[in-house]
């Protein structure tokens, strides 16, 4: 049975300052799930090999709203999210030793469990069924910096606006993947997981 726990709140805070009209917003997310049939991370689609996900999302903002006179206003505007997610931690299956699978040990030419506390049932993929613990599960942070500012002022019947701005995201990743060895049986397909992590970042600024 998939069982997920979802908990949010948020909370704002305004004053009016001779700074201007501050406001500060704070947003917290956080969630965790149980899935039996983790096939998006290449697991198990029959019971008995579920996988666990979780996650935190928090956004912070803060602004400034000032008027200067009656006819100019400026808006600043600072905002930071973060988000973190591990998807795909293998639960079910584990504790099962490569060599109780038939896999000759390491000393015997064997394959060595790169993690030994993920050691478990190995993936099998067939026709219209796949078995076996999460063949690999994601660590992924996600940073979002963002500051802006409006300035605005009224001439008569025209408005002129200046607006400037910088974002900036950051997406580093770690993706723990195991998938190196296929063999055919017959019409089906067997996967063997032996390799390292990889690590990898990206990031975008506008």
């Not at 983790?38 to 000032?66: E, H, R, W, Y």
């Not at 994601?138 to 910088?166: D, M, P, R, W």
Request: charged letters at 15%.
């Amino acid at each position: 049975m998939e069982r997920i726990n979802d908990d949010k709140f948020s909370t704002r805070i305004d004053a009016n300052t001779r700074f201007g009209n501050l406001s500060g917003y704070y947003f917290y997310d956080t969630y965790s799930l149980d899935n039996p049939y983790p096939t998006q991370q290449g697991g198990a689609s029959v019971p008995g090999f579920n996988a666990l996900s979780s996650g935190l999302a928090q956004l912070v903002k803060i602004s400034d709203t000032k008027t200067f006179g009656a006819n100019m206003v400026n808006e600043f505007l600072f905002s930071y999210m973060r988000n973190r997610n591990k998807l795909g931690q293998p639960a079910g299956g584990l504790g099962v030793s490569l060599a109780s699978q038939g896999f000759a040990s390491p000393t015997n030419g064997g394959i060595v469990p790169l993690y030994p506390n993920q050691e478990g049932v190995e993936t099998l993929v067939f026709n219209r069924y796949t078995v076996g613990t999460v063949p690999f599960n994601n660590n992924q942070l996600n940073q979002t910096y963002g500051i802006s500012e409006n300035f605005s002022y009224v001439h008569g019947k025209h408005l002129l606006v200046a607006v400037g701005y910088y974002y900036k995201n950051s997406v580093p990743y770690a993706l723990n993947y195991f998938l190196s060895i296929e063999r055919q049986l017959g019409s089906n397909w067997v996967a063997i997981r032996c390799l390292p992590p990889t690590t990898s970042a990206a990031s975008l600024t506008i």
